[in-house]
């Protein structure tokens, strides 16, 4: 069975909100803010751990997540040598025997904002969330993306762009999906970055793609 790259993604410094929610909900070795990173994706889930494999052998990379799905399989590894980190990269497309532009494109699945959250929403969010808390009345953004493992991009992108509080990212599973709270402002700002982040990924459309 043919191995597909569903998510590639190079991180060139991982922003401080983001490195610390990976390093509170990964189980790997932990990454820091400003480390360069990249986001595997790949179906069949298994084969991600010969990709991890593969990445480990040919360069001094560490990685955080690793989640084999039987669908799709998720890999990130990081270094602060960003060197490493591409040529772990290489690596694993060398090893996938494609090019970095054979990954799929990602679209936006669901792109809303919850302006001046109600206290209640509040409340149910934060039992369910593993980052930061949201408070009542802040801006709520929520996307999601297909391939879920772009929504790592987009999360960082954001946080690069504005000063929001990051609530959750869940890079695997069938969408990806991230949930940020601040300011009515600074929520649009990050929105606005997160999705010019996930359009601008150049790639290919899944066989099945139909435009949605």
Known sequence: M?????????????????ASFIGKTARGFLPLPEMAST??????GIAINRVTDVALKATKV???VQVVERAYGLLEVHSEDKGDVISAG???????????????KPRVATNQIIRAVEPYQAQIINRNSRGMMILPGQSLFILETEPAGYVAFAANEAEKAARVFL?????FGAFGRLWMSGPEAEIDAAAQAATAAIEGIEGQLPPDFVDR
Request: hydrophobic content about 50%; charged content about 15%; aromatic content about 10%.
């Open 2 to 18: 043919g191995i597909q790259l569903r998510t590639f993604i190079f991180l060139d410094a991982l922003q401080p909100q983001f």
């Open 39 to 44: 986001f595997v994706e790949i179906a069949p």
């Open 62 to 64: 560490a990685p955080a």
């Open 90 to 104: 290489k690596a694993i497309l060398d090893f996938l025997g494609v090019q970095e532009q054979e990954r799929l």
């Open 167 to 171: 609530v959750q990212v869940q890079p």
